[in-house]
């Protein structure tokens, strides 16, 4: 794929979407879904249900609704995951080629403290969550989006939920200088 989107992510519940959108509309972006290109719904009866079966199958579906969509004269913004629950409610890693096959121009990721995270996808999803389990989401989407951002070659800019200007403007930078 072509170096024009940016990658975006945070664990259920940190404001992802809204973030997203405002980014999208300061900097003339198109935002794209990970959930709404692979078809989440169409795959998983609960589309609650955080818990994926088939990690590699999934991320199939993703870059090939991404080649179905991505036009090389447009900027994006994809938002999903760097590590997912599986089956087992044990967290996993996106495999790495899928990375390399998105090529983002950056990595980004949205923190937030855990306790408000629970609290919005326990109101939003209207169901209990464990908060150690997010709490381990959390900082394990962290340790690998580092570990991505050498790996690739690609600057990682982190940002908070309540003050994400700083990740704005990195990736504003970002788009200026490709």
Same mark, same amino acid.
């Given at each position: ?56 199958? #999934? ?75 997010? =709490? ?12 991505? =951002?050498?790996?690739?070659?690609? #600057? ?17 930078? #970002?788009?200026? #200088?490709?």
């Amino acid at each position: 794929m072509t170096k024009n989107i940016a990658f975006i992510e945070g664990i259920h519940g940190v404001g992802k979407s809204t973030i997203c959108q405002q980014i999208c509309d300061k900097l003339h972006l198109v935002h794209l879904s990970e959930s709404e290109l692979i078809k989440w719904s169409y795959i998983n009866e609960d589309a609650k249900n955080k818990k994926v079966e088939n990690i590699q199958d #999934t991320q199939d579906r993703l870059i090939i609704g991404l080649k179905n969509t991505v036009k090389t004269e447009k900027q994006y913004l994809l938002d999903g995951h760097y590590c997912l629950l599986n089956t087992n409610g044990k967290i996993e890693n996106v495999p790495v080629s899928t990375f390399q096959m998105i090529s983002p121009f950056s990595l980004n990721i949205i923190l937030d403290d855990v306790s408000e995270i629970k609290k919005r996808i326990e109101a939003r999803d209207n169901k209990h969550y464990d908060y150690e389990l997010l =709490s381990q989401m959390q900082d394990s989407e962290l340790q690998y989006a580092k570990y991505l =951002s050498e790996e690739l070659g690609v #600057t990682l800019n982190i940002g908070l939920r309540k003050n994400f200007a700083e990740l704005l403007n990195s990736i504003y930078n #970002t788009i200026t #200088t490709l």
